[in-house]
């Protein structure tokens, strides 16, 4: 039986895909098989040498710590595009409240009107002037990161009848289908801060990316931008992005990550982190991430990890048989170790592959036979072979 721990709730709708005689799910287990997450903070927290894989029900990975997780065999998968929808939905909103100042007019509204009774109407009327915002239609949206997420904003933005451009050096093949076809593509940042009157952020945090919105870019944007920001709150120089908006420079900035310094300034709205707070989200993340649990536990493929490369084999386990599940250093004549453990026992390879992630690799083999004892200890004394997992059929 399979062990699943849960640090934070997770949706019932994702649970319910765990069969219930092969996996024992809870928040407090003893020596878990894997982990299920969403935004507990992973980095200080004692892993049992028990685990095999964490799932972040989500797509940012930033309460995980990844690379020390690899260097122990630890596969991480998150759920890229699970929460989409949900993410693009309060993006387009960010994108109207940048423009039009409905909260602002609401809380005026409120506090100003309340008990005027009769003459509300016309004082309505009267101080609605201060509440003047531009409409979206034939502004250009400027969008960095063309993921599952901004590829959607990109073409919601078109049918709402915005011009839109859009910046990724890693654009797949099929976020590039996915496009309107009215999406102009910029080779640079530059092409899209110099032409932008909104921009929308989407892309990871990395040490590439942290502070990308700063001082030396938001000069190059044009003046009175509306900048959008549901990715990662590390993305924006706060200090430089207020200094920008006490200039006039930045007409506003939408975001998702609720910070003391943004929190006192006027023309910025900040969200507790709402982006993917759907019902629906919730559930697709879920399903999805223990769909990714399950094909490592039970099968040994990998799909959608940020620490592992994507790894399966289109062939059942042989009859019988085992499924060698190995994370090995990214170095030379380790096939030819295995070939040779498994040949002085006398074990036929049915099928094998073996797949980088920079220093990293992970192996599957397929032997006819049972691979247990001191032919498994065999495997692990292996000069940089970090774990080894048979799976028996």
């Given amino acids: 039986m399979y062990k699943i721990q849960t640090l934070n ?25 894997a982990i299920l997450v969403r935004s507990a903070d992973m980095h200080s927290m004692e892993l049992p040498a028990s685990v095999k894989a964490v799932g972040r029900a989500g797509a940012g990975v930033n309460n995980i710590p990844c690379e020390e997780l690899a260097a122990k065999g630890v596969v991480v998968f998150n ?21 039009r100042p409905a909260l602002a007019a609401n809380k005026w509204v409120m506090s100003e009107l309340s008990g005027k009774g009769d003459e509300i109407p016309a004082l309505a009327e009267k101080g609605k002037s201060q509440f003047v915002g531009p409409e979206l239609k034939g502004k250009t949206l400027g969008v960095i990161g063309l993921g599952a997420i901004g590829a959607m904003v990109a073409n919601t933005a078109i049918a709402l009848g915005m ?17 309107d076809r009215n999406v102009k593509i910029s080779d640079t940042l530059e092409g899209v801060y110099t032409k932008s009157d909104y921009i929308t952020v989407h892309v990871p945090q990395t040490n ?17 931008v509306r900048i959008i920001n549901f990715a990662r709150g590390g993305l ?25 310094e943004l929190m006192k300034c006027d023309k910025v709205i900040c969200l507790p982190h709402l982006g993917a707070s759907t019902p629906e989200a ?14 490592f536990l039970e099968i040994g493929e990998i799909r959608n990890s940020v620490n592992f490369p994507k790894t399966f084999r289109n062939e059942p386990i042989p009859a019988n048989g085992t499924r060698l599940c190995i ?34 690799a992970y192996a599957l083999i397929d032997v006819d036979g049972k691979v247990e004892g001191e032919t498994l200890k065999a495997f692990e004394a292996i000069d940089g072979v970090v774990k080894v997992r048979p799976i028996y059929n």
Avoid: W
């Fill in 236 to 260: 924006v120089n706060n200090a430089d992005l207020l200094a920008a908006i006490a200039s006039g420079k930045v007409a506003a900035l939408i975001t998702d990550f609720a910070d003391e």
């Fill in 163 to 179: 011009n839109v451009i859009g910046y990724d050096p890693f654009l797949s093949v099929k976020a590039a289908l996915s496009l």
């Fill in 79 to 99: 759920t890229p595009g699970a929460n989409a929808n949900a993410v693009k939905e309060l993006v387009i909103l960010g994108l109207l409240l940048s423009s």
């Fill in 9 to 33: 709730k997770i949706s019932a709708i994702g649970l319910e895909n765990f069969p219930r005689d092969e996996y024992e799910i809870a928040t407090h287990i003893n020596n878990p098989d």
């Fill in 208 to 224: 590439d990316t942290k502070g990308m919105i700063n001082a030396s870019s938001i000069k190059t944007m044009k003046d009175g």
């Fill in 282 to 295: 919730e559930d697709n993340c879920a399903v999805m991430a223990v769909k990714e649990l399950r094909d």
């Fill in 327 to 360: 994370c090995h250093k990214n170095v030379p004549n380790m096939i030819a170790q295995f070939t040779a453990v498994l040949g002085n026992a006398k074990l036929n390879i049915a099928g094998m592959v073996d797949q980088n992630k920079n220093d990293l």
